[in-house]
């Protein structure tokens, strides 16, 4: 099942055998409640996840890349033509999207800051 609410998912379990469960998660969206302004019914990481374990089901995230701003590779400005759907996200526009880029900064410079100035010892 994909992106049903946690409701539906035990409705669709008491009429067949479900092995799987896809939604909407990334590390910077564990509970997410829309996408692309479309609302989720559903929270992945408070009803999902725990439901998904319980049941032995498989979870597999979309969008696991917020649309590829994970990747480290957008820019401040300019990341989409008019073509690509990700233009219309709000999530990679705007205000949200300045707090979601200076994240992804700082979790590529996370390692700098935490990499020793002391050689290791063996």
Same mark, same amino acid.
Request: hydrophobic residues 35%.
């Given at each position: 099942?994909?992106?049903f ?5 035990? &409705?669709?379990?008491?009429?067949t ?13 564990? !509970? ?7 609302? %989720? =019914?559903?929270r992945? &990481?408070?009803?999902i996840?725990?439901f998904?374990? $319980? *049941?032995? %089901?498989?979870? +597999? #995230? *979309?969008?696991?890349? +917020? &649309? ?5 590779? +957008?820019?401040?400005?300019?990341? +989409?033509? =008019?073509?690509?759907?990700?233009? !219309?996200?709000?999530k ?9 880029? $200076?994240?992804?900064? &700082?979790?590529?410079?996370? #390692?700098?800051?935490?990499?020793? #100035? *002391?050689?290791? %010892? %063996?």
């Amino acid at each position: 099942m994909s992106n049903f609410s946690l409701e539906l998912l035990k &409705q669709a379990m008491a009429l067949t055998t479900v092995v799987s469960f896809q939604g909407l998660y990334n590390m910077l969206e564990h !509970n997410p409640t829309s996408y692309h302004n479309i609302p %989720l =019914e559903y929270r992945t &990481q408070k009803e999902i996840l725990p439901f998904c374990r $319980e *049941y032995g %089901l498989a979870f +597999f #995230p *979309y969008s696991p890349l +917020f &649309q590829g701003l994970l990747t480290g590779t +957008f820019r401040a400005k300019g990341n +989409f033509d =008019e073509n690509d759907v990700r233009a !219309n996200n709000p999530k990679l526009s705007g205000r949200s999207f300045e707090i979601y880029f $200076e994240v992804t900064r &700082q979790l590529r410079i996370l #390692p700098k800051k935490l990499a020793s #100035p *002391y050689p290791k %010892l %063996l």
